[in-house]
């Protein structure tokens, strides 16, 4: 039954969430496996591309990373257009990233992302346990409310920031939906129902 | 010769005799002809009887006549005879002759090939005694002449002599040769020494040995010997190479401080490079500002002068000095002494000036590492240290003045004074470079970070204190203002928000201005023209460095068209606020009116790039809902409301980001320019529904709404602007609109309207029809009415909301 021809898919990955969270440094954490303290503010929109194996198919990760300052924002909608999945990042240390800012970005998120994107939702830096002010409790209960994934992790020390990124992947390739309506997707219809076939143990959404 | 001579003349007198006979004989012949002539004629006359005798006769003259021409002949075979017999002899004589020449000249070519051999032979015996006597110069000169009289010498002129002499002498003389050049090299070695000296730690010692175990040592006879002997420019190179590196490049460094000291001792001269005793402040102590003082440069030059000093005087003297010190010794040494020293071969003339040479190899580098390493450091960092230029010139005057003292220089060479007189030059240079250098790494920083731009505490204004009160400028600030408010005065700019490093950009140029109007007029115009310089950079590096940023960020963009204007604004006033405290020429001419233009039309390409990008997004936006029709749909109604909330979202976005950075008037107009995009999209595309069923008339009354009331709070609209002549949609709409929108946004009114219409039903509408039509005059029936639509536009509205009845028909007969 499992497809022996290799198979390949691209997922579009945005992250955003305020500014000096820590959303370029999860990226370079995960594509390049660095950390740099003087990471100037992101400007515009960047973007980076990773590959990864699930299964037997092959992911492309283009991961596009936003400003967080308002300032340095560009607001468009071909960011949103075809996104796959979204990562709501805030900083653990600073309870303003959490509290009313993760809403407007959901807003902002709802406004322009297909409905059946998937979420996520990171605390960074965890690593300065001392700083903290918003509990992984309270994180996890603003995913549920939300649907959305929910990790703790730290760019910094490493910890967490591959699983966020591979829990997300295995949503993504469950969620069938995002497969037919993604317009990066090269993988024939055919396969692409086939897949969730294969994981359905896996899939719990 | 004298004999051969006595043959040639007696030869002479024989032919003269036989001549004189010959001559006699002829004579006689001559008569006797006549005579027979004669005879014969007075025969034939008288008889011929005769004739016969006669004839006989006549052949016995005949035999006689004969007779005569052999005697003839042989006189003649005898002169013949005689003048061959001299000619030989002749010949013989001058063979002889030939052969006695040439054997003469073998013996003078012998006599001269011993000669020259003599004298090789003297030279070569007399190198030992010269070198000896250290007579430097005297063999130098025997090298040469044995060599002279060797080339002279050819092999095949040698008569005899063994060719195997020849190549002993000179094989001997090639040995001499070497022996004279190896015995100079090693008095060298040994009297001028570089070394590193054994007592103190890292520092240079040259030593000169004066005296050798109480004999003096011919240091100058074997230099010039070296010269003549063409030795000299090898070691002199190898020397000054060493000299740099040891002594020059040390001082001239100035990192740590080092002083020349000379010490005697015991026929040994040396100089020393070490530090300086800790009683003698440190030149480097001075030096805070890290450019090099003129105490120092002074400090730095003297020790490189006493270190020439010390080897023109016990290495390299100039040639007026050592003959000075000859004539000296001359009138106390012994008459045999002094003939030896200045021996007869070797005059004045012939002698080398060492120092010159000296000079010709040192100085090309010297100068150099000068001008690299002490004056251009010593270039002032600002133009108004004008002492500081005289002293560099007087100091570089000074010194080549003492190098031409020393000899090393011709008079007249003058690199040093050039390059010091030419500091103004070389210090603008440097200091355009430097400020454009500074100009462009602040240039293309990412700092985007901005700063607030005041009006009031602008230079550049017409308020400022900065800007002269000309007579134009006065009456304008004196005119009163008619209209009661605050007359906006032309030369203001308007309170905004430029990038921090775009107000650093013009703070230099400020700067820099000042800094000419102190400047002297050849420094001025170079600082000027790099304030010039300064902003065509700018023009040329932030487009390109910083241009896909600016595009792609709309805070970015705008305040980059702020920075363009703001740039722009003091371009204007640059010129007049400094031109009168500029020195000439550009008292009369200096202006940047002429940058303006480009800089404002970058400017405004940047911000109508924004404009049309973000006018694009949202009629894309709107687009994407395809259409406003059957919002009563619950998927459709999410995709308009999703479209509308994404139009509204942007909206908010660029109100944020651009209400404390663009100048509040262009802000509203602008923002209003994207609202009214956006009103006319949705407008045009609620006009092209031909179906509107009552639960979508709620739904685009509701989204109308939604609009008009986000849309209100982007902009920023002072709320004591007194409302105008109230017309029939002010008095309808929400009494706390700003009229202000309506100006701005033309569409606003028709918008709101366009959400009454669809709440109104048809009798009410008809019914302000009818009212509106009669109020005015025909033909302006929309404007008196309030009507903002097209009667064909209402007409269209009217079919699409209300079913086919025959009160529509009759309301929309009302709009044929």
């Keep these: 039954m499992a497809a022996a021809s290799p198979r390949e898919t691209t997922f579009k990955l945005l992250l955003v969430g305020e500014s000096n969270t820590g959303k370029s440094s999860l990226i370079m954490r995960f594509t390049d496996n660095v950390f740099d303290e003087d990471l100037s503010a992101t400007i515009g929109v960047d973007f980076k591309v990773k590959q990864m194996f699930l299964n037997d198919t092959t992911i492309k990760l283009t991961i596009w990373d936003t400003a967080g300052q308002e300032r340095f924002r560009t607001l468009t909608s071909s960011f949103y257009r075809g996104a796959h999945g979204v990562i709501f990042v805030y900083d653990v240390t600073r309870r303003e990233t959490f509290d009313t800012a993760l809403d407007t970005w959901l807003t902002e998120v709802d406004t322009y992302a297909t409905n059946d994107v998937v979420k996520m939702l990171i605390g960074n830096k965890i690593d300065q346990t001392e700083e903290r002010q918003v509990s992984r409790a309270e994180g996890l209960a603003f995913a549920q409310r939300h649907s959305m994934l929910f990790i703790e992790c730290s760019a910094r020390t490493r910890v967490g920031v591959e699983q966020a990124f591979e829990e997300l992947v295995q949503k993504m390739y469950d969620t069938p939906a995002l497969w037919r309506t993604g317009p990066t997707n090269n993988v024939q219809l055919g396969g692409a129902e086939e897949a969730p076939a294969l994981d359905q143990g896996c899939g719990y959404c | ?816």
């Excluded at chain 2, 002993?168 to 008095?187: D, F, P, Q, Y």
């Excluded at chain 2, 009168?580 to 001419?589: I, V």
């Excluded at chain 2, 209400?659 to 609620?686: C, R, Y």
Aim: a negative charge; proline letters at 4%.
């Design chain 2, 1 to 816: 010769m004298a004999a051969l001579r006595q043959v040639q003349l007696q030869l002479q007198d024989d032919a003269l005799g036989s001549r004189e006979g010959i001559e006699a004989g002829v004579a006689a012949l001559q008569r006797k002809m006549d005579e027979v002539k004669g005879q014969v004629y007075e025969t034939v006359n008288k008889h011929y009887r005769e004739f016969v005798q006669a004839f006989d006769y006549a052949l016995d003259l005949n035999g006689e006549v004969a007779g005569l021409a052999q005697q003839l002949q042989a006189v003649n075979n005898l002169a013949n005879d005689a003048s061959v017999g001299v000619l030989n002899k002749l010949h013989t004589a001058t063979e002889r002759h030939v052969a006695l020449t040439r054997k003469l000249k073998d013996a003078d070519c012998i006599i001269s090939v011993l000669e020259r051999l003599c004298r090789i032979h003297d030279d070569l015996t007399g190198m030992d005694g010269l070198m000896e006597r250290s007579l430097f110069p005297q063999a130098a000169l025997s090298v040469h002449r044995i060599n002279a009289l060797l080339s002279e010498l050819n092999p095949e002129d040698q008569f005899g002599c063994d060719a195997k002499i020849f190549a002993v002498i000179r094989a001997e003389s090639r040995r001499k040769r070497t022996a004279v050049k190896s015995h100079l090299e090693t008095l060298w070695s040994t009297s001028v020494r570089l070394a590193t000296a054994h007592h103190a730690e890292g520092a240079s010692e040259l030593v000169v040995v004066l005296t050798d175990n109480n004999k003096p040592v011919h240091l100058q006879p074997a230099l010039q010997a070296m010269h003549s002997l063409a030795m000299l420019e090898s070691k002199m190179d190898v020397f000054c190479k060493a000299l740099m590196q040891q002594f020059i490049s040390p001082l001239l460094a100035n990192d740590t401080p080092l002083a020349p000291t000379v010490t005697k001792f015991k026929g040994v001269v040396s100089l020393t490079l070490m530090a300086p005793r800790d009683d003698v402040p440190s030149p480097a102590a001075a030096d805070v500002s890290g450019r090099l003082s003129v105490t120092q440069l002074r400090l730095i030059l003297e020790n490189v002068a006493t270190v020439i000093e010390f080897v023109n005087t016990h290495a390299f003297p100039k040639k007026s000095a050592v003959l000075a010190q000859d004539n000296g010794q001359d009138e106390n040494a012994p008459a045999s002494r002094r003939r030896d020293l200045v021996a007869e071969e070797l005059d004045a003339a012939d002698l080398a000036d060492l120092a010159l040479l000296f000079g010709a190899h040192l100085w090309p580098v010297l100068h150099q590492a000068i001008i690299n390493e002490l004056l251009s450091a010593a270039i002032p960092k600002r133009s108004d240290e004008t002492e500081v230029f005289a002293a560099v010139s007087r100091l570089a005057h000074e010194f080549e003045a003492k190098m031409v003292d020393f000899g090393l220089l011709e008079v007249g060479q003058h690199e040093l004074l050039v390059f010091a007189q030419n500091i103004h030059n070389h210090f603008a240079a440097k200091k355009r470079q430097d400020v454009l250098a500074a100009a462009r790494s602040c240039m293309l920083s990412e700092d985007h970070n901005s700063v607030v731009c005041n009006s009031s505490a602008e230079r550049g204004g017409a308020g400022s204190a900065a800007f002269p009160t000309t007579a134009v400028m006065a009456d304008a600030a004196l005119q009163p203002a008619t209209d009661g408010s605050e007359r906006p005065v032309t030369f203001d700019f308007p309170d905004c928000q430029i990038t921090q490093r775009t107000r650093k950009i013009v703070d230099m140029a400020y700067d820099m201005l000042e800094e000419v109007t102190t400047s002297s007029p050849a420094i001025a115009v170079h600082l000027f023209v790099a304030v010039r310089d300064m902003f065509d950079l700018y023009r040329a590096v932030v487009p390109v460095h910083h241009g896909a940023t600016f595009e792609r960020v709309p805070m970015l963009g705008m305040l980059f068209h702020n920075d363009c204007m703001f740039i722009a604004h003091h371009l204007i006033t640059l010129g007049i606020q400094f031109k009168s405290r500029l020195p000439p020429p550009m008292n009369a001419t200096a202006t940047f009116v002429d940058m303006v233009v480009p800089f404002r039309q970058l400017g405004e390409r940047f911000f109508v790039h924004q404009m049309d990008l973000q006018r694009d997004l949202l009629i894309e936006a709107i687009v994407s809902a395809n259409g406003f029709k059957q919002t009563h749909l619950p998927e459709k109604k999410a995709v308009v409301e999703k479209a509308i909330k994404q139009v509204l979202l942007q909206l908010t976005h660029l109100s944020k980001v651009w209400k404390n950075v663009l100048p509040l008037t262009l802000f509203n107009q602008t923002m209003a320019h994207l609202i009214e995009a956006a009103m006319g999209k949705i407008i045009s595309d609620i006009l092209a529904i031909s179906d509107i069923g009552e639960d979508e008339t709620h739904e685009l009354v509701g989204i109308i709404s939604l609009v008009v009331q986000r849309a209100e709070t982007l902009l920023v609209l002072d709320a004591a602007v007194p409302a105008r002549a109230s017309t029939l949609v002010a008095r309808t709409s929400a009494p706390k609109t700003n009229p202000a929108i309506r100006s701005l946004v033309p569409s606003w009114s028709k918008f709101v309207q366009l959400g009454e219409i669809l709440n109104m039903s048809l009798a009410e509408i008809t019914e302000r029809w009818i009212a509106g039509t009669a109020a005015s005059a025909p033909g302006s029936v929309n404007a008196a009415a309030g009507w903002l639509f097209q009667p064909q536009e209402l007409a269209h509205l009217i079919r699409a909301l209300f079913s086919d009845t025959p009160l529509r028909h009759k309301t929309l007969a009302l709009f044929k």
